[in-house]
């Protein structure tokens, strides 16, 4: 997962693809929201009826489907063989990844938007090492699942619902944002809160992180850094009066977000202010993915961009023909995004210019 792990900064430590070329699509049965996991050869996306797929990375064929009951909007994890999907029928698939065989799940008493993270359980732990999978809940519980089993070892409760995934902090620190409009910050050994840091209006998508900062969007419209060892908002960003919708990408420069103002914006990491923006035909509620020279993001407008690190100017754009609301990811050599009317494109570097 490209926003999975200990962190998530949705950063590639490689350049950008130059010069992109389709290597193959896959028309999948409804329209995509949400990001795709690439692992072992293998891409894993779900759609808006539900199913997810299964296909080989290097030429898009189809290998097995596996059918929720309702939309999938979150991003698959893939660890120790297994698959692990978010519904929005409240459950969290753990399926065999060669086969899509269902080897367990676990029920929640709302949707999970959100993709499962995993990690291994740290050192103060009751099980130092033990293999753990992080997952939000839209009934507003934080959960520690075993992986093996789906068993539950631990759960924190809040006041509201929560739409992105957790992230950790410092090894210590589970971090995650919701509709209470705060962040809260739980320690990971057992799930006890820590602190919570408010701010203006919901969060609405999964924190990106940073060393000890974590960054999100919210409702009022601003871009925040919270200290989380610190305990309190580092800066606040604003520009146009429309939300950030996205999950933030973070360089040790940058925070890159997109906004329903049609722009991508770039904030100096240090101060909180703008740095460049980058103007698309449409909204830009997909959440960006950087490499070591470039940002690459969707826009409703129907094209993938690729804008310079240093100063937002455009590197290339693709008109891939649908309005892409969900995630690039990257992996296998290639980025792979879904498009709204069901196509999942797959995207290699082009043969050098002569």
């Known amino acids: 997962m490209t926003r999975g792990g200990p962190a998530l900064s949705g950063s590639v430590p490689i350049p950008v693809p130059r010069a992109p070329v389709t290597a193959w699509t896959f028309a999948a049965d409804a329209g995509i929201a949400g990001e795709a996991a690439i692992a072992d050869g293998r891409v894993f996306i779900g759609t808006n009826k539900g199913t997810l797929y299964a296909l080989a990375a290097d030429t898009g064929k189809l290998l097995w489907t596996f059918a929720t009951k309702d939309?999938?909007?979150?991003?698959?994890?893939?660890?120790?063989?297994?698959?692990?999907?978010?519904?929005?029928?409240?459950?969290?698939?753990?399926?065999?990844?060669?086969?899509?065989?269902?080897?367990?799940?676990?029920?929640?008493?709302?949707?999970?938007?959100?993709?499962?993270?995993?990690?291994?359980?740290?050192?103060?732990?009751?099980?130092?090492?033990?293999?753990?999978?992080?997952?939000?809940?839209?009934?507003?519980?934080?959960?520690?699942?075993?992986?093996?089993?789906?068993?539950?070892?631990?759960?924190?409760?809040?006041?509201?619902?929560?739409?992105?995934?957790?992230?950790?902090?410092?090894?210590?620190?589970?971090?995650f944002g919701g509709c209470d409009a705060h962040l809260h910050v739980v320690r990971l050994a057992d799930g006890?809160?820590?602190?919570?840091?408010?701010?203006?209006?919901?969060?609405?998508?999964?924190?990106?992180?940073?060393?000890?900062?974590?960054?999100?969007?919210?409702?009022?419209?601003?871009?925040?850094?919270?200290?989380?060892?610190?305990?309190?908002?580092?800066?606040?960003?604003?520009?146009r009066a429309l939300p950030f919708m996205s999950a933030p990408a973070v360089t040790d420069r940058l925070v890159l977000i997109g906004s329903r103002d049609k722009h991508l914006h770039a904030i100096d990491r240090a101060t909180g202010q703008a740095a460049w923006t980058f103007k698309t035909g449409g909204r830009v509620e997909g959440s960006p993915i950087v490499f070591t020279d470039a940002v690459v993001f969707g826009s409703a407008d129907g094209r993938l961009y690729a804008a310079n690190l240093a100063d937002g100017s455009e590197l290339w754009q693709l008109d891939l023909g649908e309005a892409l609301v969900s995630s690039p990811a990257f992996g296998a050599r290639q980025i792979v995004i879904g498009g709204d009317k069901g196509t999942v494109f797959a995207l290699r570097a082009g043969p050098p210019s002569p």
Do not use: C, H, M
């Open 192 to 239: 006890k809160l820590v602190r919570k840091i408010p701010t203006s209006a919901q969060i609405p998508a999964s924190i990106a992180t940073f060393g000890t900062f974590a960054y999100s969007g919210n409702y009022a419209n601003e871009t925040v850094a919270f200290d989380v060892v610190g305990g309190k908002v580092a800066w606040t960003y604003e520009d």
């Open 71 to 175: 939309s999938i909007t979150a991003a698959p994890a893939v660890a120790a063989g297994k698959v692990f999907l978010s519904s929005n029928d409240g459950r969290l698939y753990a399926l065999d990844a060669a086969t899509g065989t269902e080897a367990w799940q676990f029920s929640s008493e709302e949707k999970i938007t959100a993709g499962a993270i995993p990690i291994k359980a740290p050192a103060d732990s009751a099980t130092p090492g033990a293999d753990w999978l992080l997952l939000n809940g839209y009934d507003g519980t934080l959960r520690v699942l075993s992986p093996a089993d789906g068993k539950l070892l631990w759960s924190y409760k809040t006041e509201d619902f929560i739409n992105g995934s957790p992230a950790v902090v410092d090894g210590r620190f589970v971090v």
